[in-house]
């Protein structure tokens, strides 16, 4: 009698896991997360991921307490870990999820492949998402999302484990060096994913529509599941499934909520578009999607201008107030994400990778896929998606007409008139000029002239854009990345509305 061994990695729930499932129906199961030091010295990683995973574990610990087990924490490189424990009571067969990370652990999942061929050993790997392992055409894609979405959930009734019982109680400490864990970021663990998801379908869903780009509204009306989709606490098949179900049980007069929530199916769509792409070319987390883009922003990098937008200073007030947000709190909604990505990409004229790699240490939510993605996109080396250059003073204008975000984030805005509201540096100037007293100011300058820097830059790009060879290249990158046909899309806009922040508290 032996057992088999299952690898937790981003995938910490103990429903809808087919891994575990799978493991179980052999027979006794050995469940192990590893905490990898070298994984952990990565510039992608943060004090609040390791945080948020313990907490995951933690809840993942507790439920398998209950059923006579308990996960167990090992610290050291995979295949030491896993030959450690070979050495001592060897297993059957390793079984875990597929994960499309970050170049390290596309090297550490070669490694342990090579481990577990030496030893002659099984380790199977299942989907956790849409994405698709060695796919050949994306044509096919979006087919393979919908039968993953739609075939049955992996329940997950009793267990047997190998051994019976824990004697060490759950521990897990933080590398010394992780650095960042904002004070209001939300918390890890299945049951927080479920709280999250189902008050998100019963209530907050009906300001989605409308609700999600303003930063004022955003917190509450947004689902705030990408924390727990990224680490797994549930599965995407789950939210799917729930969602789905839960529209087809609305009324017909609530379109808005229907709306809504269509719109947002479309985003669990985009979530697996996005790190499909990753997955098909790990490159992609280093290097320009489009290397018809290379050399073009590499050796102009700014180190004052990337230290004034990490520290919160560039003097656009909406980009200021959205750092600050971020740095308390772990998320920002996707608007506000791509402005910082398009001013740092544009106007401050930064490589996109030293600002992803900043921002995936403050990102609760960080998923390689979609970050490193978005990333390029924001930043325009794809190559095939129109150039988005966001105005951080049209965004405050739109988004933050009467100053209530930057206020709350950026204590020197509470001393600004509203007249000045969008442009406060101009403030002293003006008052200057009307010989009104001289207020006491602590606001910055911006750190670059906007209008002009965003001209220079566009041009820049856009001369890229319109070279032959540029141009004969993106349809490689088509091929290859793009989606074949739209996600399933709303069909009607709606204007919105939002729901106030204490129904779930985020109140921020
Ligand atoms: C530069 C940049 C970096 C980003 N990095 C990440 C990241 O590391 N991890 C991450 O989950 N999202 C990332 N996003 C996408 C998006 O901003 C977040 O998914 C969203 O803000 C999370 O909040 P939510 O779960 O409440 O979103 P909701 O609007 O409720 O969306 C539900 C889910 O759909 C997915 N999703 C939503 N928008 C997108 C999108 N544009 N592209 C792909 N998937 C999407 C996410 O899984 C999200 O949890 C990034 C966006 C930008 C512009």
Redesign the pocket.
């Given at each position: 009698m032996t057992y088999s061994l299952v690898w937790f990695k981003r995938d910490l729930r103990w429903q809808d896991h087919a891994a575990l499932a799978q493991a179980s129906q052999k027979g006794p199961v050995r469940c192990i997360y590893v905490i990898e030091p070298n994984f952990w010295l990565q510039p992608d990683c943060a004090l609040q991921h390791f945080e948020f995973v313990r907490e995951s574990l933690q809840a993942l610990d507790t439920h398998f307490r209950k059923l006579g087990g308990c996960i167990e924490i090992h610290t050291g490189e995979v295949t030491d870990v896993l030959e450690r424990i070979w050495r001592t009571e060897p297993f059957a067969g390793v079984y875990s999820h597929e994960e499309t990370g970050n170049g390290f652990t596309y090297r550490r999942d070669l490694q342990v492949a090579a481990w577990c061929k030496s030893k002659d050993l099984v380790w199977k790997e299942f989907a956790q998402f849409g994405v698709v392992r060695r796919l050949k055409d994306r044509s096919a894609w979006q087919g393979e999302w919908e039968r993953h979405m739609a075939s049955p959930r992996q329940t997950i009734e009793s267990l047997t484990f190998w051994h019976q019982g824990c004697p060490q109680p759950f521990s897990m400490t933080a590398p010394a060096h992780l650095q960042h864990d904002p004070r209001l970021r939300q918390r890890g663990g299945r049951p927080q994913a479920l709280k999250t998801l189902h008050n998100?379908l019963n209530a907050r869903s009906i300001g989605?529509r409308g609700g999600?780009s303003s930063p004022l509204s955003?917190?509450n009306?947004?689902?705030?599941?990408?924390?727990?989709?990224?680490y797994g606490c549930i599965s995407?098949r789950e939210?799917v499934q729930e969602t789905r179900a839960h529209l087809a049980q609305l009324p017909a007069q609530a379109s808005r909520h229907r709306a809504g929530l269509t719109?947002?199916v479309?985003?669990?769509?985009?979530?697996?578009?996005?790190?499909q792409k990753l997955e098909s070319e790990p490159a992609i987390e280093i290097r320009n999607m489009h290397r018809g883009y290379d050399d073009l922003r590499e050796h102009a990098f700014n180190p004052m201008y990337f230290e004034a937008l990490k520290e919160a200073r560039t003097g656009w007030p909406m980009v200021d107030a959205s750092v600050t947000m971020l740095k308390e709190t772990g998320?920002?909604?996707?608007?506000m994400?791509?402005m910082?990505?398009s001013v740092a990409a544009y106007p401050l004229w930064l490589h996109w990778r030293p600002v992803?790699e900043w921002?995936?240490t403050q990102?609760l939510?960080?998923?390689?896929?979609?970050?490193w993605?978005?990333?390029q996109?924001?930043s325009g080396t794809t190559g095939i998606n129109l150039t988005r250059v966001y105005n951080p003073i049209k965004q405050a204008q739109d988004h933050d007409p009467k100053g209530i975000f930057v206020r709350r984030w950026l204590p020197a805005m509470r001393t600004i008139a509203d007249p000045w509201l969008f442009e406060p540096w101009k403030m002293r100037l003006d008052l200057m000029h009307a010989n009104a007293a001289p207020t006491p100011l602590n606001i910055t300058e911006p750190v670059v002239d906007l209008a002009l820097a965003t001209r220079e830059a566009k041009e820049k790009v856009h001369a890229r854009r319109k070279n032959d060879d540029v141009r004969i290249a993106n349809k490689a990158v088509i091929d290859k990345h793009a989606s074949r046909r739209g996600s399933p899309r709303p069909k009607k806009k709606l204007s919105g509305e939002s729901i106030a922040s204490e129904q779930l508290g985020f109140d921020f």
């Amino acid at each position: 009698m032996t057992y088999s061994l299952v690898w937790f990695k981003r995938d910490l729930r103990w429903q809808d896991h087919a891994a575990l499932a799978q493991a179980s129906q052999k027979g006794p199961v050995r469940c192990i997360y590893v905490i990898e030091p070298n994984f952990w010295l990565q510039p992608d990683c943060a004090l609040q991921h390791f945080e948020f995973v313990r907490e995951s574990l933690q809840a993942l610990d507790t439920h398998f307490r209950k059923l006579g087990g308990c996960i167990e924490i090992h610290t050291g490189e995979v295949t030491d870990v896993l030959e450690r424990i070979w050495r001592t009571e060897p297993f059957a067969g390793v079984y875990s999820h597929e994960e499309t990370g970050n170049g390290f652990t596309y090297r550490r999942d070669l490694q342990v492949a090579a481990w577990c061929k030496s030893k002659d050993l099984v380790w199977k790997e299942f989907a956790q998402f849409g994405v698709v392992r060695r796919l050949k055409d994306r044509s096919a894609w979006q087919g393979e999302w919908e039968r993953h979405m739609a075939s049955p959930r992996q329940t997950i009734e009793s267990l047997t484990f190998w051994h019976q019982g824990c004697p060490q109680p759950f521990s897990m400490t933080a590398p010394a060096h992780l650095q960042h864990d904002p004070r209001l970021r939300q918390r890890g663990g299945r049951p927080q994913a479920l709280k999250t998801l189902h008050n998100f379908l019963n209530a907050r869903s009906i300001g989605y529509r409308g609700g999600i780009s303003s930063p004022l509204s955003a917190p509450n009306a947004c689902s705030r599941l990408s924390a727990y989709l990224a680490y797994g606490c549930i599965s995407m098949r789950e939210v799917v499934q729930e969602t789905r179900a839960h529209l087809a049980q609305l009324p017909a007069q609530a379109s808005r909520h229907r709306a809504g929530l269509t719109a947002f199916v479309s985003r669990l769509y985009w979530h697996c578009h996005f790190i499909q792409k990753l997955e098909s070319e790990p490159a992609i987390e280093i290097r320009n999607m489009h290397r018809g883009y290379d050399d073009l922003r590499e050796h102009a990098f700014n180190p004052m201008y990337f230290e004034a937008l990490k520290e919160a200073r560039t003097g656009w007030p909406m980009v200021d107030a959205s750092v600050t947000m971020l740095k308390e709190t772990g998320w920002l909604n996707f608007r506000m994400r791509a402005m910082l990505v398009s001013v740092a990409a544009y106007p401050l004229w930064l490589h996109w990778r030293p600002v992803g790699e900043w921002l995936a240490t403050q990102f609760l939510d960080y998923e390689p896929g979609i970050h490193w993605s978005q990333m390029q996109m924001q930043s325009g080396t794809t190559g095939i998606n129109l150039t988005r250059v966001y105005n951080p003073i049209k965004q405050a204008q739109d988004h933050d007409p009467k100053g209530i975000f930057v206020r709350r984030w950026l204590p020197a805005m509470r001393t600004i008139a509203d007249p000045w509201l969008f442009e406060p540096w101009k403030m002293r100037l003006d008052l200057m000029h009307a010989n009104a007293a001289p207020t006491p100011l602590n606001i910055t300058e911006p750190v670059v002239d906007l209008a002009l820097a965003t001209r220079e830059a566009k041009e820049k790009v856009h001369a890229r854009r319109k070279n032959d060879d540029v141009r004969i290249a993106n349809k490689a990158v088509i091929d290859k990345h793009a989606s074949r046909r739209g996600s399933p899309r709303p069909k009607k806009k709606l204007s919105g509305e939002s729901i106030a922040s204490e129904q779930l508290g985020f109140d921020f």
